[in-house]
């Protein structure tokens, strides 16, 4: 370090009107104004990208309607999930204001429904339409700090690779943290034993979902002292949660006493208000189901989504751009096979996915299934259709 040098540009002291210290360094008043400059059109710039992205950003009823081409049904969960993204975009944008004087909090969103019902999909789906980060992460795998399993720094690890480790860029993106309720607390009093992947996890998280500087391994996975970290600010990340919840409907019932005994007769019509039970669920049950109030105070919006019925699972066989019925039309149409299914053939699919009660995830293994020998015999017809019994060629 020469103190009659400037260590940016290498001018002497005589050759400048002042050379400013710093710990390591020296810098002249013209690195200065250039630095300056440099500063001032980045920040001219990101104003244009964010007018430019405000003027591109679709409403609400157009990221639904985006929606709407690969998810069937689930119309209350799309319409928040839709509302959720729009204003997570508003308010990345009002966060670059410098004259705001409202601060604007993200609104966290969790998503309940039986499995194969399209939480997953939703935000894969959504994905497409984000000109964010977006990242899809397991919460079964992670664990309290010090114990076999990821630490919850390693759900920023995911949306780091996601952004290229760009940390501006991942510090505007969204997370879904799926099978959120398989870290429920596993005991109502949590003296007893160390919950270290329920209640352990949940405490983990509350950091990360409220909004925190938080050091993050690179590679994901454990910390450990001799390792570098990134820093990343979840302020502006937003994180949407999906679980199963196996169990919920009883305890939402037991909150309205709605259980019946005995015949009576609301047993009798338990089907019918089965449909409608979870559209009544809120941050009471799910305290009760095993999740802890600090956690829930970080989800502000609960949304719902139906259980599929008959009539939907059949649309979904057939309705989407990316429907079961298409895949398999176009993996035949490759080997030149007009392969043709009718209405009792997409029908008994759907009957069989039911009775076995996998959801619409079931659909593709139960038409795979159908499907088996006519794919093992490829080339030997070309046609097949498929009828509700066996094919006709």
Known sequence: ????????????????????????????????????????????QNSAESAQILENLKKPKEIKAFLDQYVIGQDQAKKQLSIAVYNHYKRLLHAQNEDREVEIEKSNIIMIGETGTGKTLLAKTIARELNVPFCI???????????????????????????????????RGIVFIDEIDKIARKSDNPSLTRDVSGEGVQQGLLKLLEGSIVNVPPQGGRKHPDQKYIQVNTQNILFIAGGAFDGIQEIIERRLNKQAIGFSSEKLNAAEEEEDILSKI?????????????????????????????????????????????????????????LVFSDEAVESIVDETMEKGLGARGLRGTTEKVLEDYMFSIGEQKEIILTGNKESN
């Open 282 to 338: 809120n941050a009471i049950d799910l305290r009760s189901f095993g999740l802890i109030p600090e956690l829930l105070g970080r989800f502000p919006i609960i949304t719902h989504l139906d259980k599929l019925t008959r009539e939907t699972m059949v649309r979904i066989m057939k309705e989407p751009k990316n429907s079961i019925v298409n895949q398999f039309v176009e993996l035949f149409r490759m080997d030149g096979i007009n």
């Open 1 to 44: 370090m020469n103190p009659n040098q400037c260590s940016f540009c290498g001018r002497h002291r005589e050759q400048v009107k002042m050379l400013i210290s710093g710990q390591n360094g020296y810098i002249c008043e013209n690195c200065i104004e250039q630095a300056h400059s440099i500063v001032k059109e980045n920040a001219v």
């Open 137 to 171: 992460v397991d919460a079964t795998i992670l664990t309290e700090a010090g114990y076999v399993g990821e630490d919850v720094e390693s759900i920023l690890s995911r949306l780091l690779m996601v952004a290229d480790y760009d940390v501006e860029k991942a510090e």
